[in-house]
């Protein structure tokens, strides 16, 4: 069979190739999730390491900052890498994880701790556009939401719950507060340097190949060797790229703002939920933590990827998610002082408003709507300006929050909240198309490669 276009890999079933890319490029975001996790799990010990009682307000703003900034930065940077190729850094940014994970061990204050916080943020954002963008461009059209879903959505909680249960482990040994942290948070070395190799060995895309390298006979030897059969590439996109980017600036520009709002609405209730429900709960925030992502966050990951995300589509999971946990978080501010006399309730609802924020979580929070609302020849930049903009809401939300919790209490926080879900919600509906089970060329009128007809 001889094709022209992408459909050959579009149309192919969810096989093993597509579980070896899902879990070689998932590993990056599950060094993610630890080691942008970890560093909360052992704070109290990094203090008294260094000698101090508490952080002054400078010092915990950077703290917090510095990885978000990071990220920034390596996104940036590696969406504009991206473009001379996907394989060519991939590995570069778990390289730079697992370094400065390590260097994290030997910081021998908090200043030095901050800067190689920004260094690891790089490499946190260089993986938040070169993963996806790589998992999108290898993925089958039916299931390339499962895809990144499991990659991006599940494999970031799933480092958060390793971090904490390798602190828990450690904590059973009764190890002295100075070296414990050390090895808490040099942990995140082990899977980054581990998942290199396979990293390497992955094949460039046949979407970069052909599209953006001008490599048409390499591409239909990617396309056949996922595929099994023969395939003629694409030619090459010489549109200029900056008037590509223009053109498809509203649909990318969207997906930042939703992602920003995400991220905006998640962080601001992670700032309550350990401290105020825990505390009531009688747990440490690192129990609290593993409790939530076990019962709610996980199984909600799963689920959702693996059955709702490619048939019901990537609007309606996040628009709904946005308002269900806008309602939720609407009756802690109506009823907080009720639901912490009842901590189990309150642990409930916490948990249910998680559950609904995986279905955001798995659209804008796994950067689905950067890679597939954007064409190959810009993709990797319309992808780390969305990161950017979801690092930008973690940090509004990190510094914004606890202020609106000092000036308008509470419940005028939770409401703000709310709003900011609804507006999600809005959004999704009136910002975006839906993208799910149609190829990525169909999305974006990308070139020669023509529709396919939908697999039911």
Known sequence: MTDHGFAVIDEQRFKAFHWRTTLTTGLGVFCDGYDLSSVALVLPMILASFGHASLTSQQSGLLAASALVGAAVGALGFGVLGQWGRKRFYGVDVLILGAAAIAQAFAPDIAWLIGLRFILGIGVGADYVLSPVIMAEHANRADRGRALGLGFGTMWPLGALVAALFKLLLDAFHLAPDLEWRLVLAGGAVPALAILYYRRKMPETARYLSRLAGDGV???????????????????????????????????????????????????????????????????????????????????????????????????????????????????????????????????????????????????????????????????????????????????????????????????????????????????????????????????????????????
């Not at 105020?276 to 129990?287: A, N, W």
């Not at 926080?413 to 999600?424: D, E, F, H, K």
């Open 218 to 456: 390499q591409a239909s030897e990617v396309m056949r060797g996922i595929s099994g059969q023969a395939a003629h590439a694409p030619g090459l996109d010489e549109r200029p790229f900056w008037a590509v980017l223009a053109l498809h600036a509203r649909p990318i520009l969207s997906a930042a703002l939703l992602w920003m709002i995400y991220d905006l609405v998640v962080y601001a209730v992670i700032l309550f939920g350990p401290s105020l429900i825990g505390k009531s709960l009688g747990l440490e925030p690192v129990t609290f933590s593993l409790l939530l992502q076990i019962i709610f966050v996980l199984p909600a990951s799963v689920l959702l990827s693996v059955f709702v995300i490619d048939r019901v589509g990537r609007k309606p999971l996040q628009a709904w998610g946005f308002l269900i946990g806008a309602v939720l978080v609407t009756i802690f501010g109506l009823m907080q002082k009720e639901l912490l006399t009842m901590p189990i309730l309150a642990f409930l609802v916490f948990g249910l408003f998680n559950v609904a924020e995986t279905g955001p979580g798995l659209v804008s929070g796994a950067g689905i709507l950067g890679v597939e609302l954007a064409p190959t020849r810009v993709r990797s930049v319309a992808q780390s300006v969305t990161v950017a903009g979801g690092r930008i809401g973690a940090a509004i939300s990190g510094f914004g929050f606890p202020w609106l919790f000092r000036h308008i209490g509470q419940a005028g926080a939770y409401y703000v909240i709310a709003g900011l879900a609804v507006a999600g919600a809005i959004c999704t509906w009136v910002l975006v198309p839906e993208t799910g089970r149609i190829s990525l060329e169909a999305i974006t009128n990308d070139g020669p490669a023509e529709p396919v007809a939908q697999r039911p």
